[in-house]
């Protein structure tokens, strides 16, 4: 019941963010953004998640509602990493428990691993179809 009472918010606020992204946000600006087009799209998406402060149950609808919306899955993989790896929260919880260097260190190379598993993704998902 204590994970219920923890989660619950996270996943309503991500329902409510898909449900505008399927509703409300047209499918073609969307793609504009973060679509097959645009060679920054995986660095777009990880940095729009970065702000966020969600868990993986919070950013699953959202997640689905940009998959429906035809962006491709390794975008929308860098976005869920960053949002779970990056956020700007734990940046600041972290930041009281380790030095400056070793966080800088390690928000790097999170960053280009979730940059790379993106485009690793689109690649081969781009290959496939």
């Not at 204590?2 to 989660?7: C, E, F, G, S």
């Not at 949002?83 to 260097?101: D, E, N, Q, R």
Request: hydrophobic fraction near 60%.
């Amino acid at each position: 019941m204590a994970i219920i009472k923890n989660v619950y918010k996270y996943v309503l606020i991500g329902v409510g963010i898909g449900a505008l992204i399927h509703n409300w946000i047209p499918q073609e600006a969307i793609l504009a953004v973060l679509g097959h087009d645009n060679p920054f799209s995986v660095i777009i998406a990880a940095v729009i998640g970065i702000p966020m402060y969600a868990d993986i149950f919070g950013t699953i609808p959202i997640a689905e509602a940009l998959f429906m919306a035809g962006v491709p899955i390794g975008t929308v993989l860098a976005f869920m990493m960053s949002v779970t790896a990056l956020s700007l929260p734990s940046m600041i919880m972290l930041s009281k428990v380790v030095k400056p260097k070793l966080l800088a260190i390690f928000i790097a190379i999170v960053t280009i691993g979730i940059v790379i598993t993106g485009y690793f993704f689109n690649y081969f998902s781009f290959l496939l179809m």
